[in-house]
């Protein structure tokens, strides 16, 4: 069974603030990949990252990085001097190699201007 | 290229009727997935196909619920009868599926109000 935990359900940081979004997982795959989506006030959802299990090398786009770590079974999702736009549920999920997809609870994300 | 097309937007019908939700993945992916996302729940696998064929409907929550792929231009969620506690956002989302997951390409959803 797949499970991926989201133990923030709200956060509320003050703008320029950084802020990391957590994500736990559970999988007896040995193969397997995770994804960060967002899905902004507008409603929908917006792929963000895709990781395979191989491939432990942190990401950083623009404000945004990635800090996957298979020891602890995290995939922890930092935004960099936060800004209003950011204000999104943002979802963590999980693959085990094939398409089903299982998304965690997701984690609610205030930026305060 | 135009993205995954759901409708209607918006949906509001009385308990007891029957519903249908439609959806036009994009052109060429050949996986398609219908998720339902609610407050307690949060978004949930009710069912995905690869090329056009149910891989796995688990998550149907019960008989009133079917789903079909007649091609794969083309894909419908049926809820018969509906019921007040079937009320949430239906998604669907569709990828190309190769030798690894792909991302997955949602919809606007649909917000299905059941009264």
């Known amino acids: 069974a797949q499970k991926v935990t989201q133990a923030q359900t709200e956060i509320s940081v003050v703008e320029k603030e950084d802020v990391t979004l957590d994500c736990v997982y559970e999988?007896?795959?040995?193969?397997?990949?995770l994804f960060w989506y967002k899905q902004p006030p507008s409603g929908e959802l917006v792929f963000l990252i895709r990781r395979n299990s191989f491939d432990e090398q942190n990401e950083i786009s623009g404000r945004y990085s990635w800090n996957f770590q298979k020891s602890t079974s995290s995939f922890n999702f930092t935004i960099t001097a936060s800004q209003v736009v950011d204000s999104a549920v943002y979802f963590c999920a999980l693959s085990g190699g094939y398409q089903k997809v299982t998304f965690g609870i997701g984690t609610k994300l205030q930026v305060i201007p | 290229d135009a993205g995954v097309i759901q409708s209607p937007r918006h949906e509001v019908t009385e308990m007891g009727q029957e519903v249908t939700l439609r959806c036009k993945p994009i052109?060429?992916?050949?996986?398609l997935f219908w998720y339902r996302q609610t407050m307690m729940r949060g978004l949930e696998l009710l069912i995905y196909?690869?090329?056009?064929?149910?891989?796995?409907d688990s998550g149907m929550p019960e008989d009133r619920f079917s789903a079909k792929m007649p091609n794969a231009s083309f894909s419908t969620l049926k809820i018969q009868p509906s019921e007040p506690r079937d009320s949430a956002v239906y998604f669907c989302?569709?990828?190309?599926?190769?030798?690894?997951?792909?991302?997955?390409?949602f919809g606007n959803g649909t917000r299905l109000t059941v009264t």
């Open positions: 989302a569709s990828s190309l599926a190769r030798d690894r997951v792909s991302p997955l390409h």
């Open positions: 196909f690869n090329n056009n064929v149910p891989i796995d």
């Open positions: 052109s060429g992916h050949n996986s």
């Open positions: 999988t007896r795959d040995t193969t397997y990949y």
